[in-house]
């Protein structure tokens, strides 16, 4: 497992974004009332925010920039690297970072471009974005995370439709000789590239007549080869024992003392598996978060969905110590310590 | 570890089902309150209990309760 830590990188602020539109799985009406009241019991979502058909992921990630930069009161001219991690880009070619770049006016120095990353994508980001500022001296970097996976779900699959919601979020980076080191830990077994996977529509399988013809796979799953596929027993498995592995590496790597530690945020992949998970690590309950009941799996965004929603008040105007950890599609996983110093938490935004 | 055992703990993977009626032929999959979340709970059952990483194809691949043993024994 690669350990790492950088120096000199500080976070700034966190936004996130949903949309306004929410669905309730009590009305999910491909499940009976027992069976979704099971689903909603075991996987701890209740609710999600779905964007209507002419939202994009981008879009929720523009909210939150722009709302972000405001409330830090930086310069756009100033913003030098922008990463945009998401599987739901605006369009195969060119990446939405270069969209993102010239629709929220920064500079043409910025470099900008998409890493296709899910659930493990925003610890991936954060150590993508740091080491690049660290390495080249850029001074403000912005990292943006979040999916529409209701998009590339189909509704008749009762192992994803349910689950998922919509999420964008936005994150600011700049240099500070002061900050304290953010230590990472990342990993990957593509063994598993099957378990989370869209079969059609790449080069691999390019998409045809074929692929757009929705079966039946089992009792309750009706998709097609461009929808998600979740091998939900193979992903529960992969996280109960990947997700405490990562932890412990990265504890193990840097002498950290797990008790020192404030708040653990995980990747909100369903309560079941995250309950399995704390209680692996043997951590306190009251310091982890979620926001699964809400929002759902947002993927890539519910990392910093879960800080805004749920620790505002706690990450601002003082110190804390955080463990992040996220895992999940690729299959890939990463944690990270990091130190915050009144960090700016923007209130949800809703569009 | 023996099959015995096994039966034995699986009080907290089922509800409903009266532990004492399960044996190693019990065909898990027909019984009442079997379903796709029950599966999570053998899995992490495995992970907790064995150390064991069962995948969605063992649970597939198992019909009796002395299969899904089996399984575990084989990955122990």
Known sequence: MASFSIHNIAIRGIASCVPRNIEHNLKYSNLSLEEINKFIETTGVAQRHIVQNDTCTSDLCYEASEKLINELGWEKEKIEILVFVSQTSDYILPVTSAILQNRLGLSKECLAFDIPLGC???????????????????????LLAGDTISKIVSSNDKSTSPLFGDAGSATALE?????????????TDGSGSNAIIIPDGGARNPTTQESLKSSKVAEGIERNNCNLVLEGMDVFSFGISQAPKTVNGLIKAFNLD??????????Q?????????????????AKVPYSLKDFGNTS????????????KEKLENKNCKLLLCGFGVGLSWGSVYVETNNLVCLPLIEI | MTVTDFISKLDVV????????????????????????????????????????????????????EDLYNKIKAKK
């Open chain 1, 120 to 142: 493990s994508g925003y610890v991936y980001g954060l150590s993508v974005v740091a080491s690049m500022m660290k390495a080249t001296g850029l001074k403000k970097g912005l």
């Open chain 1, 175 to 187: 240099i500070d000789d002061s900050a304290p080191p953010m230590l990472f830990n990342l990993g």
């Open chain 1, 258 to 267: 797990i008790n020192s530690i404030d708040y653990f945020v995980f990747h």
């Open chain 1, 269 to 285: 992949a369903n309560m079941m598996m995250n309950k399995m998970i704390v209680k692996k690590l043997k951590i306190e309950e």
């Open chain 1, 300 to 311: 890539s965004a519910t990392i910093p969905l879960t800080i805004v929603t749920e620790l």
């Open chain 2, 14 to 65: 089922f509800e409903t089902t009266d532990l004492s009626t399960i044996t190693p032929e019990t065909s898990f999959k027909k019984l009442d309150e079997w379903d796709s979340m029950l599966a999570l709970s053998l899995i992490a059952l495995a992970d907790e209990e064995y150390q064991v990483r069962l995948t969605g194809e063992d649970i597939r691949n198992s019909s009796t309760i």
